[in-house]
């Protein structure tokens, strides 16, 4: 179980990176198109571990 919780919490720390990432791409780069897709991969990858985080605050 605390294999788990070290997974979680490393998919939300990368899902941050890729939407920073993300972001750098379309301000610096001015590609879009892989800009949305780091977004994209960052909300697919975790969007469940943050719907927990912010379960649990509640």
């Known amino acids: 179980m605390n294999k788990f ?6 998919s939300i720390v990368l899902s941050i990176l890729l939407v920073a ?3 750098w791409e379309m301000s610096n ?6 800009g949305f897709g780091y977004i ?3 909300f697919a ?8 985080l912010f379960k649990k605050n509640k």
């Open 45 to 52: 990858i975790s969007v469940k571990d943050w719907i927990n």
């Open 5 to 10: 919780k070290w997974l979680s919490k490393i």
């Open 40 to 42: 994209g991969l960052a």
């Open 21 to 23: 990432t993300g972001i």
């Open 29 to 34: 780069e001015k590609d879009y198109l892989m």
